[in-house]
């Protein structure tokens, strides 16, 4: 089934957070897919604050490739940008199936970079820029 929310403008993004992790169920590996400047690091950043993380602690990981944050209603989350990475090796050098095997919520950018070694469960969203500058979040399941 194929999932959509569409965020008009930024004061809409935490009302599109919430929706998309009470969709999210229970599953915690998510690998988002979009251009340079959509968006993928400010809707992290807007999932992370509404799961209870300061907003001045998320960042995006693009030189440290994972950053780790603190939520008082999951713990750990993971947040990984791949854009530097240039082979799946890299990934694996940093212990990433120690991250993805802990059962914390785990953000990926730029998985494409790493493609062939996510797991089946990881949930593939899409995030698409419209002409009107506002974002469609997309998803199948």
Sequence with gaps: MLHTLTIKNLSGIDAAAREFLAELGSRTLVAFHAP???GKTTFITALCRVLGVR??????PTF????????AS????FHFD???????????DIGFYD?????CLCF????????????EETLHVHIS?????????SWED
């Design 99 to 103: 991250y993805i095997d802990s059962g």
């Design 108 to 119: 990926m950018e730029w998985p494409e970079n790493i493609g062939e070694i996510l797991p």
């Design 55 to 60: 907003e001045d602690a998320v960042s995006s």
């Design 64 to 71: 440290a490739i994972v950053n780790e944050y603190r939520a």
């Design 82 to 92: 791949f854009y530097r990475i240039e082979k799946p090796s890299e990934a694996l």
């Design 36 to 38: 340079m400047g959509a």
């Design 74 to 77: 999951c713990g750990s989350i």
């Design 129 to 137: 820029v419209l002409p009107d500058d506002s974002r469609v979040i």
